[in-house]
Structures are given as structure tokens and as C-alpha cells.
């Protein structure tokens, strides 16, 4: 009974999911805009769920393939706001779909109950089919509108890619088994000995290193994960995807399923970081994964002249940022890392708030379009210019602090580590330039069509609360530090007991 | 409320009205001009409340409200507010002279387009300067030193459309930051000294550390045998701020090119607050400046030369403002050498009776020149006494005042001054005695030139000139009363039984440090007073002569002093001077930093900026929307990096 008390997010889900799709069936079709509403209050019930005690208590369940600590608990938290923040600026533009309403909220809130998975698995057979369930609801999110070439064609896309990548993954996972005779990630993580029989001695230095199968299933295993967080060379889809998709699942996928890759990431460096040469051998592979992910992300987007597609080079070029910190392989990187993605979602979201309700007035994603909106709308000016620059780590907003400390712990990881921190301080450089491109548009051009964006007050709140939360978060940034790091200095605590 | 919170109010209701204004009521005239009073009257209001506490207080009454703003590792940085007997003095005249100035600009700056954002600047111009009164730190004032420096050049330039008025503001603010540069290094080095002498706990910008530090003499003593040389010369570096805010030569150059701005700026910025602000920081500071003789010296030449200097040049000025520009600029002189002479306690009474009549006399101006339809030469004015009396008398009782004719305040105040040099021991007091009475003699006769040039005879203008209204009379009635009475506020020793009460209120000042040699007081001294009186009438008997009476021709007299005459028109060639320098030293530099920047920096910049952009777009080639080709690029990638990362261990 407690096992199934732990998973109440994730019943609650799947009941959420249930209950949207009925509620389709029944409702006529202009009452339809109710399946909004209902989607928004689910993700809110969601996310109260997990603050109920057997749930916030934490532990684990099932044989210990399933995990819920701090770190669980930050991620599915984060994950609810991200769906509720994506319902509530959609509310309008799904409305406007000329079918399938409820199938996008159906399918958005099956992505969900694969993130509150991704967070929470604690074996490579449960990750690998927490990722499907994302992955596969976000095909068909990505290909909803089925008359557009383009967003059909990001679909496609998006299911090639990703298939080849689960092909990677499973290949890792079979090797990384071969090794070490299990997929628990609790017998993994329970000291490093099970990986004695991966790792080998160095005959002439008497040390441990990993045997190459291991080393290369643990690598596969990290590329196939980079699909999802966008990390190069697994990364070929998200331009394309990005721009075509409906900019709602764009949002969507930006976010939650970046997020639910980080997850997965996060949780298996905790679990192989405790035997100490497999995170000795992982640094140099990460470390090298994250310069061209920023690099390739950065100085990609410069050419751009489509604000999705530019969002989806700037994606790479976040990832990159979030790797650099993985990459140092330490809790503080790991806590930094988990305060720089909760940022992101904020972040970002905000973005894609702006752009749903510019593209709504222009019909038009080109940045041109966005030439004097802070005059046109100057809510609307204002908060993408914050997330903008908040994107680009210019004080006094949040992301200054995450892309600081990120970097910074990188540099304390010593000498070996010390070029990926000039890498990550020069890709600060690039990334301005193509942030600041846009907001010079949005303040100091003018105005290239006369329609004026207009947003419902619900929007006004929302963005107005993005907007302090980036700015406060920037100027106070201790309180949600403080959460990330109990959050990683407590995550795998109940692991290391689950055998 | 308790000391502190008052303080605060002093400090932010103009900040407050500045705010208010510029981010709601810019497009409401009537109700702009209304915030900015209320700001200031409020100010005023919690200034009277903190005056009745702290001059009640005993002698040397100190509240010190502090929080912490910044800390890099052993240094903390404070924000805050001091209320002692010197702040509590000099923010009653900012907050007092400065509403009768706001309340005038209600009339003057009636028909203006740029209504409210002038009253903006004025209030945030007014939370500058009391940002400076009520600090309580080095760099906490020289925050809002740089704010005055700001503000002042956005008011000096108010009429941004003519060119002379924006070269005034750009003068005015390279001026002052040569000064701040030199204060800058004058803080840093301070500091510096005391933390490599003291350590950590004893080194601090706090003005109350600082004093006691200075309190101890043995320790003090120890620092100045090693550091003697850079101490003193931290004082003086200091003193430069203080020098080119309170228009010193050779720093002096930005004030009379300062009367562009509107007339009311004018009385601000040079009676009661900007100038002030120099006099004030040194007598804060005077127990930097006691234990090194040399130091003062420099001040009190300093002043003198300033105070003949600038006298000399009011008798060849035309215009009105100017006139009193350059009696604000001898005014100033006189100060300063009270200062160096060891007597704060006379320099901040001068600096109060003359922010009253000199507020007085520029308003006054104002009202003439509103009067006049814009017409500040005066040699287009005349016999305006009829036309505008409550004006002529008001102006009159101001001219007194300057010139130090009994019993009006600036005879009290001028008499200090002179005591002061009549006592002081700098090498040559006697010198710079005898200049301080030349210049008593030569302000009354170049202001009854003013007055008999304005007010008497028959009018020489083209307008039709006509009495302000109320809102600018009535200011004009109630500094008159302060130029009045405002010698009550320390009338000396000797004509009453104790010396006046802020000889009292600012004994902490006057002696600081204690160890150090107390100088003497100052009783009243016929001789001194009776010299000075003496010189006051004959200027004005001079005046008289050439423009009253007319029996002395000025073009002949000009004629026979010639190059004399040329000399003070040019202004001493100080501006050719400095104009030679930019052309001949500065702009050379400027050529070769011009071709270091545009043909290299930006060469170097444009060419990084174009291979990213080159790569750029090479990479957004690869991604062209063929799915064959990402499926390559991908499996290619996890090849390659494996590869690598397996090699490369």
C-alpha cells in the first residue's frame, strides 16, 4: 500500500489523463474551451499531491525501481508548473484548432505522467520506457497540425531522431548490463564494488579504470539521453522541430522535455559518480559534449532570423550551459544545475508566452516582426526583453546567478576542467549578441505593421509575474538555492539503502 | 518619530516628489509644481523637528543611523543618516532656501514647455545635496557628489535647444569631475593609509570612526610619522572636490557660465546648495585638515585669491546674473579662507546669511528679468524702483546684507570672516586680511553699481516693465527677513554675554581634534568691525559717485585703466587658457586614441565578430531540413566523440 501511496503524483496523473479524454466525449463542441480549464486545474491538483506527506516523505517502491527523494520531489514540482504555465498560455490558440482539443490536452498531460516517471525511476528498464511515454506523446503533440507541411514534417522529424536515439540508449544500457550484471540503479549505486566487474586494473599503475564496454555503454547512454536535453550531435532535430511545431508544444518540448532528459541525467550521475573512476572517465566525455553543445547552439542561432528557430539554437546553447555544470560531476554542480533549469522553465516560458500572443496579432514568427513591440505592447516588450536578457546572464536577472555558478563550479573542479570554464565565459559573449539583436528590435526600431498584440488580463498577470520572479530571483536568488541544494545533497539518500 | 526616521524624511521626500513626477503627472503642470513643493515643505517640516532636537542637545550631539549596504571582505560600506549641530544647520538652508527657490519657480517657470521635468530635477537636485548633508561616510557623500554633478548639469542645460546653454552644463560637469577625480584618489588614498597603518578594524569612511581616530593623538601621531606626505596629501586631494564644487580658482570657471540655466537654478545651485557643498565637506572634514598647517594655508590662500580675483571681475559685468555670479564666486572665497584660517564655525554663518541674501538677490533678478520680458542686460534697465517695489526693496535690503552694512546679517557673518583672518595664523593672515577688507570695499561698490544701474534713473528698455506676482514676491519677502535677521543666528562674543549659539551648536566642528591647539575665540572686535564698515561705505560711496551721482565718468575711468579693463573682460584669459590646453595637449591624445580605436580595437572586434558570424552561418548550413543528412550528422557525432573520448584517455 505504501509503494502505491508513493506513486499517487503519477496515479493522479494518469487519472487526470483519463478524465480530460472523457470529458471530451461528452462535452458538445462549443463548451470544449472546459478541457482548458480542467487541464489547468489538474496540474495544480498535481502539484498539491506531491506535497502530501507519504508522497513528501519520500522512499522508495516496487524492488526500489522506483525513487522518491528531494530531488524527485524539486523535479516533479517543476514539471507541474511548467504544464500548468504551458495550459494557461495555450488556453486560446488550442481553442482555435480546428479539432483535437482534447487529444492536446490528453497527450500533454501523458507527457506529464512520463516526466513525474523520468523523475522518479531508479532502474534502466523503468527509464527507458518513462522516456518512450515523453518522447512518444510529443510525435504526435509536435505533428498536431496535421494541415501544416511544416509541423507535420517536425513531427517526422522528431520520430526518426528519436527512434535512433532509443536505439543508442538500449545499445548503452546492453552494455553497461553486460558489465556489470544488473540495470538496478540501486545495486549500482550501492558503493562502486559492482562495478568491479567492469573496471580493470592498470597493470603498470595499479589503478582502476573501466573496462571499454563499460565506458562505452555509459556514453551511449549520455548521447541518447542528449536527445532529449538537446545536447549535441543528438540535437539535428530541434531546429527544425522547434520552428514547425505548434508554439505551444515548442514551449512544451522546450521545457518539460529538456527537463525530463536532465532528470534522467541527473539521477545516473548520481548513481555512477559514487565509484570514483567511472566519474573520473565520464568528466573529459561530458566536459567535451558540453563545449560543442555550446559552441555549435551559440553560434548557430547568430544567423537566424526566425524567433523559434532562434529559440531552438539558444535551447542547445542552455543545454550546453546545464552539461558544463554536470560535466564538474560534484554536488554543487549537480545543485546548480537543478536552480538553473528551475530558472529556465520560468525563463523561457515567459519567451514563448510573448511569442504565442505576438504571433496571434502578426501571424508571423520572423524577428523583424518584432521591431517595436516595448511601443506597440509594452507588457508584452518588456517581458520578453527580461527573458531575453535573463536568457543571456545579464544582471540583475536569475540567469546571471544560475550561468555564474554553473561556470563556477566547473572552475572548481582545478585545472582539468579550466578551458571548458574559457569555453563557457566565451559563449557568454556569442550569446548576447543574438539576444541583444532582438531586444534592439524590440526597443529601438519601429513598429513594422500597425496591429497592436493584445493579451486578456490573465496573461497580464502571468507575465507581469514572470517578470518580477526573474527579476527578484535575480536579486535574492537564496531562496531557490536554497531548495535546489537541500535538493541534491538529499537526492539518493533513500537510494543508497534500496537494494 | 525618533532622530533617524526624520533624517530619512529630510533625505527622501524630494526623491520621493522626483519619482512621482516623472513617472505620473509630467503631462499635469499645476500638479507637478504642487508635488515638488510638498516634497520640499515636507523635508523642510522633519528638518525644523530634528533642529528643535538637536540644538536642545548639549554641545557635540551626534545621531548616527547606519545600515550596511555593501561588504567586500573586511570593508563595509555604510548607508545612512548623521544629524549633528553642522548637518542639521546646513540641510535647514538647503530645505528652507530651496522652498522659497521652488516656490518661485512656481511663477517663474510659468509659461515653460518643459514644466514638470524641471521641477523633477529640482527635487532630485534637492535629494542630491541633502544626500551630502545627512551622509555619514566618504562614499556615501561622494554618491550623491556625483548625483549634485548630475543633476546640476541637467538644470544648468534645462534649455537644452540653445547650444550656450548645453556648453554651460558640459562645462559645469567636466569642471566638477576634474574635482571629483582628485577626490576619488583623495578618498582611496585616506583609506588606503589608515589600512595599511591601522589594519582592518581601525581603517573606515564612517566620519564619526574617522573623528575618533583623529581624537587619539598617540595613534594618529604614530601614522603621520611614517605617512606625513600622504595623509596631507589625501587632505588636499579631497579638497580639490571641495574646491571645484565651491568654484575655486583656478576651478572656478564653470559658474558664471552657469547662468544659463533658469534664474531660480541659479539661486539653488549658487547660494544655498551646489557651492555649499565644498564649504560644508571641509568643515566635516576639518579634523582631517587641523593638524597639517600647510594644508590650511593652501586653503586660505586658495579663498582669498578667489574672493579679490572674482571680485575684480563683477565691476565689467552687463548682466545682471552675472553680476551676482561673480559675487557668489568672492562670497565663496570668503568662506574658504574663514576654513583655512581654522574657523569653520565663520565659514558655515557666512554660508548661511549668504544663502538668504544671496537666494534674495537672485530671485530678485529673476523678478526683474521676468519683469523685463527676459532683459538681463543692464544697461537696458533702469528706474525700475517704481515699477516694481516690492522687488526694489527686497533687492535693496539683499545688497545691504552682501555688502555688510549694520545691522543686517551680512555684516555679522562678513565680520566673522574677517575676524577670523584677523586672527588666523597661516603665513601671511595679515595679507590675506588686508585682501578681505579690499574685497568688503569692492563687493558694496560693484553691487550699488547693480542697484543704480537697475533701480535708479529713468528706464533705457524697450518691454514694459511690471511687478511680479504673489508667488515670486512672497519668497522674496521671507528671505528678506532672513537677510535681516539672520546675524541673530550668531551674534559674537562680546556684544552679547555667550557667543552666539552656533559657535555653541558647532563646537564639535571648530575644535575638532580636541588634542590639537584650540583656536582662540573670536570676540567681537571694534577695530575689525569698524575697518570693515568703513570699507563697505566707501565702495558705496564710489557706486555713488560713478553711477549714482554720475559726477565721475566710468568710460573715462575705463579708458585710463585700459589693459586693466581688457584683462578683467577677458576674465583673466583663465578660459583661453584652458581652451589652449585642450587644443594643444588633449586633443593630440584624442587623435592618437581615435586611430588606436577605429583603425585597431575596432578592426580587431569587426573581424571577430565577422569570423563567428562566418561560422555561424556555415553551422546553420548543416541543418538544411534533409533527414538523411541529420541522421549522418548524428551517428557521425556519437562516433567521433566516442572516438575521441576514448583516444584522448
Known amino acids: ?110 507527457a506529464l505522467t512520463g516526466m513525474f516517471l523520468c523523475a522518479s525511476v531508479n532502474d534502466f528498464m523503468s527509464l527507458f520506457v518513462s522516456l518512450e511515454l515523453v518522447t512518444v506523446s510529443f510525435f504526435v503533440l509536435a505533428a498536431f497540425k496535421r494541415d501544416s507541411k511544416l509541423s507535420v514534417e517536425a513531427g517526422l522529424k522528431l520520430l526518426v531522431i528519436g527512434s535512433i536515439s532509443a536505439a543508442l540508449l538500449l545499445y548503452g544500457i546492453a552494455f553497461v548490463y553486460g558489465a556489470t550484471g544488473t540495470v538496478m540503479f540501486g545495486v549500482l549505486a550501492s558503493d562502486g564494488s559492482t562495478f568491479e566487474n567492469g573496471l580493470r586494473t592498470q597493470a603498470a599503475a595499479g589503478t582502476l579504470v573501466l573496462s571499454p564496454e563499460l565506458q562505452l555503454g555509459l556514453f551511449l547512454i549520455f548521447l541518447g539521453l542528449g536527445f532529449k536535453t538537446s545536447a549535441v550531435p543528438l540535437h539535428v532535430w530541434v531546429p527544425d522541430v522547434y520552428q514547425g511545431a505548434p508554439t505551444p508544444v515548442t514551449a512544451y518540448l522546450s521545457v518539460g522535455s529538456k527537463l525530463a532528459g536532465f532528470a534522467l541525467m541527473f539521477r545516473l550521475l548520481e548513481v555512477v559518480s559514487r565509484a570514483a573512476p567511472v566519474a573520473a572517465a565520464l568528466t573529459p566525455f561530458l566536459a567535451l559534449v558540453a563545449a560543442l553543445t555550446l559552441f555549435y547552439g551559440n553560434l548557430g542561432a547568430i544567423p537566424q532570423t526566425n524567433i523559434k528557430r532562434l529559440l531552438g539554437y539558444s535551447s542547445i546553447g542552455q543545454c550546453g550551459y546545464v552539461l558544463l555544470g554536470i560535466a564538474a560531476a560534484s554536488e554543487l554542480g549537480l545543485a546548480w544545475a537543478l536552480f538553473y533549469l528551475c530558472a529556465y522553465v520560468v525563463t523561457n516560458l515567459t519567451v514563448f508566452a510573448v511569442i504565442i500572443w505576438v504571433a496571434r496579432a502578426t501571424k508571423s514568427h520572423d524577428i523583424d516582426d518584432y521591431s517595436g513591440l516595448a511601443r506597440t505592447n509594452p507588457l508584452l516588450g518588456t517581458a520578453l526583453t527580461v527573458g531575453l536578457l535573463s536568457l543571456a546572464g545579464v544582471p540583475p536577472f536569475i540567469g546571471l546567478v544560475g550561468k555564474f555558478f554553473l561556470v563556477g563550479s566547473a572552475f572548481q573542479k582545478g585545472d582539468t576542467l579550466r578551458w571548458l570554464v574559457y569555453v563557457g565565459l566565451a559563449n557568454v559573449v556569442i550569446a548576447l549578441y543574438y539576444y541583444l539583436c532582438v531586444v534592439k528590435r524590440i526597443w529601438m526600431r519601429d513598429a513594422r505593421t500597425a496591429v497592436a498584440p493584445a493579451v486578456p488580463l490573465r496573461m497580464k498577470v502571468a507575465l507581469a509575474a514572470g517578470i518580477v520572479a526573474l527579476i527578484v530571483g535575480g536579486i535574492a536568488p537564496q531562496f531557490l538555492d536554497r531548495v535546489t541544494a537541500s535538493a541534491a545533497a538529499g537526492a539518493g539518500i533513500v537510494g543508497t539503502t534500496a537494494r | 518619530m525618533d532622530l533617524p526616521a526624520l533624517g530619512y524624511v529630510i533625505l527622501f521626500a524630494p526623491l520621493l516628489a522626483a519619482v512621482c513626477i516623472t513617472l505620473f503627472t509630467l503631462r499635469h503642470k499645476a500638479v507637478s509644481g504642487a508635488i515638488a513643493v510638498l516634497g520640499m515643505a515636507a523635508a523642510l517640516g522633519a528638518n525644523v523637528l530634528v533642529a528643535l532636537e538637536v540644538f536642545r542637545s548639549p554641545a557635540g550631539f551626534v545621531s548616527i543611523h547606519e545600515l550596511e549596504w555593501l561588504k567586500v571582505g573586511a570593508v563595509t560600506i555604510p548607508f545612512g543618516v548623521q544629524l549633528d549641530a553642522l548637518s542639521t544647520l546646513m540641510a535647514l538652508v538647503v530645505t528652507g532656501v530651496g522652498l522659497c527657490i521652488f516656490v518661485f519657480s512656481l511663477g517663474y517657470m510659468k509659461e515653460e514647455e518643459g514644466y514638470s521635468r524641471y521641477f523633477a530635477c529640482l527635487s532630485l537636485f534637492a535629494f542630491s545635496m541633502l544626500g551630502i548633508v545627512v551622509s555619514t561616510n566618504l562614499v556615501q557623500t561622494f554618491i550623491f557628489w556625483e548625483l549634485v554633478g548630475v543633476s546640476s548639469y541637467s538644470l544648468i542645460g534645462y534649455y537644452f535647444h540653445k547650444d550656450s546653454a548645453v556648453d554651460a552644463g558640459k562645462k559645469a560637469f567636466l569642471t566638477n569631475r576634474i574635482g571629483d577625480f582628485g577626490m576619488t584618489w583623495g578618498i582611496i588614498l585616506l583609506f588606503y593609509t589608515l589600512y595599511q597603518a591601522l589594519g582592518p578594524d581601525q581603517a573606515s569612511f564612517s566620519f564619526a570612526k574617522l573623528r575618533l581616530l583623529y581624537e587619539d593623538e598617540g595613534a594618529i601621531r604614530a601614522v603621520m610619522e611614517h605617512h606625513a606626505g600622504t595623509l596631507a596629501a589625501a587632505t588636499l586631494l579631497i579638497f580639490t572636490g571641495a574646491a571645484a564644487k565651491s568654484a575655486q580658482v583656478p576651478l572656478h570657471v564653470w559658474l558664471p557660465d552657469a547662468m544659463e540655466g533658469p534664474t531660480p537654478v541659479s539661486a539653488l545651485m549658487h547660494a544655498a546648495t551646489m557651492v555649499a557643498a565644498g564649504v560644508f565637506l571641509v568643515s566635516r572634514l576639518f579634523f582631517l585638515f587641523a593638524p597639517y598647517p600647510q594644508a590650511l594655508a593652501v586653503v586660505a590662500w586658495m579663498g582669498g585669491i578667489t574672493a579679490f580675483l572674482a571680485a575684480a571681475l563683477a565691476f565689467v559685468q552687463f548682466d545682471i546674473k552675472k553680476v551676482l555670479a561673480y559675487s557668489t564666486l568672492s562670497q565663496l572665497g570668503y568662506m574658504v579662507m574663514a576654513l583655512g584660517m581654522g574657523s569653520p564655525a565663520a565659514a558655515m554663518f557666512h554660508l548661511t546669511t549668504h544663502a538668504f541674501f544671496k537666494a534674495l538677490l537672485f530671485l530678485g533678478s529673476g523678478s526683474v528679468i521676468h519683469g523685463c520680458h527676459h532683459e538681463q542686460d543692464m544697461r537696458h534697465m533702469g528706474g525700475l524702483a517704481k515699477k516694481m517695489p516690492v522687488t526694489f526693496w527686497t533687492f535693496l535690503l539683499g545688497t545691504g546684507a552682501l555688502a555688510g552694512i549694520f545691522p543686517l546679517a551680512g555684516f555679522w557673518s562678513k565680520d566673522a570672516v574677517l575676524g577670523a583672518a584677523h586672527a588666523g595664523h597661516v603665513p601671511g593672515a595679515a595679507v590675506l586680511y588686508g585682501m578681505g577688507v579690499l574685497v568688503a570695499f569692492m563687493t558694496a561698490a560693484y553691487m550699488g553699481r547693480c542697484c543704480w544701474l537697475t533701480f535708479a534713473g529713468e528706464y533705457r528698455g524697450h518691454a514694459h516693465p511690471h511687478e511680479s506676482p504673489i508667488t515670486m514676491t512672497a519668497p522674496l519677502v521671507v528671505l528678506a527677513v532672513g537677510a535681516v535677521l539672520g546675524g541673530l543666528l550668531s551674534l559674537p562674543a562680546g556684544i552679547v554675554e555667550h557667543a552666539g549659539w552656533m559657535e555653541h551648536a558647532l563646537t564639535g566642528v571648530r575644535t575638532a581634534p580636541s588634542w590639537f591647539p584650540e583656536a582662540e575665540v573670536e570676540h567681537f572686535h571694534p577695530l575689525v568691525a569698524g575697518i570693515g564698515t568703513a570699507a563697505a561705505f566707501a565702495g558705496l560711496f564710489v557706486a555713488w559717485m560713478f553711477f549714482g551721482k554720475r559726477a565721475w565718468s566710468a568710460d573715462a575711468f575705463v579708458a585710463r585703466v585700459r589693459p586693466l579693463h581688457t584683462l578683467l573682460v577677458k576674465k583673466y584669459y583663465f578660459d583661453d587658457a584652458y581652451l589652449w590646453l585642450v587644443r594643444a595637449v588633449q586633443q593630440r591624445v584624442a587623435v592618437v586614441c581615435d586611430f588606436v580605436e577605429v583603425r585597431i580595437l575596432r578592426w580587431f572586434v569587426d573581424t571577430l565578430a565577422a569570423i563567428h558570424r562566418w561560422i555561424g552561418g556555415q553551422i546553420r548550413l548543416l541543418l538544411d531540413g534533409h533527414l538523411q543528412r541529420y541522421v549522418t550528422l548524428a551517428l557521425l557525432g556519437v562516433v567521433l566523440i566516442v572516438a575521441a573520448v576514448l583516444v584522448g584517455s
Do not use: N
Not at chain 1, 480549464?37 to 489538474?42: D, H, N
Open chain 1, 1 to 110: 500500500m505504501r509503494d502505491v501511496m508513493l506513486l499517487l503524483p503519477e496515479i493522479g496523473a494518469v487519472a487526470a489523463v483519463l478524465a480530460v479524454m472523457l470529458a471530451d466525449l461528452w462535452l458538445p463542441k462549443e463548451r470544449k474551451g472546459t478541457l482548458s480549464a480542467l487541464a489547468i486545474a489538474a496540474s495544480v491538483v498535481l502539484l498539491a499531491l506531491t506535497f502530501v506527506p507519504p508522497v513528501a516523505q519520500g522512499g522508495h517502491a516496487f524492488g526500489g525501481s522506483f525513487l522518491v527523494d528531494g530531488m524527485a520531489l524539486l523535479l516533479k514540482r517543476a514539471f507541474c508548473v511548467t504544464a500548468f504555465l504551458v495550459f494557461l498560455m495555450s488556453r486560446e490558440y488550442v481553442a482555435e484548432l480546428p479539432r483535437g482539443q482534447g487529444e492536446f490536452y490528453t497527450l500533454g498531460l501523458a
